[in-house]
């Protein structure tokens, strides 16, 4: 069985996790069933699509992985992702970064071969520090905000509300 499907559960788990905290502010975002490239969550009323990773060696090595090949020469991650935002879940802290920042960073490191303690077939990989990969995060509030799906004016919002006497 290859590593995908033998993760499959697990990354599961952290797809859902995530999938119900944006569900908050994109209702009709849905899991994507099956082995989907271009990402794992998605909302066809705002076209917008979320990659998870769920990395818990990154509480070890202080390194997030970032695929493009798996095997070498067969696009994958962020070589396919179709994805406007990935989130980068270590089990202890959730990064949400928009996949063109991300680009933008890991160009500027070097790809790394290697084989995962449980991976059967080597991938290439950037490997980058959690710190560079929180540096380019955003929050999921801003991400709505960003996709226009907040109120921008929390003013606005009160005098809508309650009327209040400023007098």
């Keep these: 069985m290859s590593r995908f499907y033998s993760d499959l559960p697990r990354g599961e788990k952290y797809e859902y ?28 009323s705002s076209k917008l ?3 998870v990773k769920y990395d818990p060696k ?4 202080g390194n997030i992985v970032v695929e493009i090949e798996m095997p ?5 991650g962020l070589s396919t992702t179709r994805a406007k935002y990935w989130i980068f879940d270590t089990g202890k802290e959730e990064f949400y970064v928009r996949t063109d920042t991300l680009k933008d960073l890991v160009i500027s490191f070097p790809t790394r071969q290697f ?7 080597p991938k ?7 710190r560079f990969i ?9 991400i709505a905000f960003t996709e226009k799906l907040i109120e921008l004016d929390p003013i606005e919002k009160i005098k ?3 009327q209040i006497n400023y007098e």
């Design 134 to 142: 929180k540096d380019i995060s955003t929050t999921l509030t801003e």
């Design 49 to 51: 699509g979320f990659e």
């Design 72 to 76: 070498p020469g067969n696009p994958s």
């Design 115 to 121: 084989t995962g303690p449980e991976d059967r077939e």
């Design 124 to 130: 290439i990989a950037y490997l980058i520090k959690k």
């Design 58 to 61: 990154s509480q070890e090595t």
């Design 17 to 44: 996790k995530h999938l119900e905290k944006i569900k908050q502010f994109f209702p009709d975002m849905d899991k994507i069933q099956g082995k989907e490239k271009k990402w794992d969550l998605y909302s066809d």
């Design 160 to 162: 809508n509300k309650e």
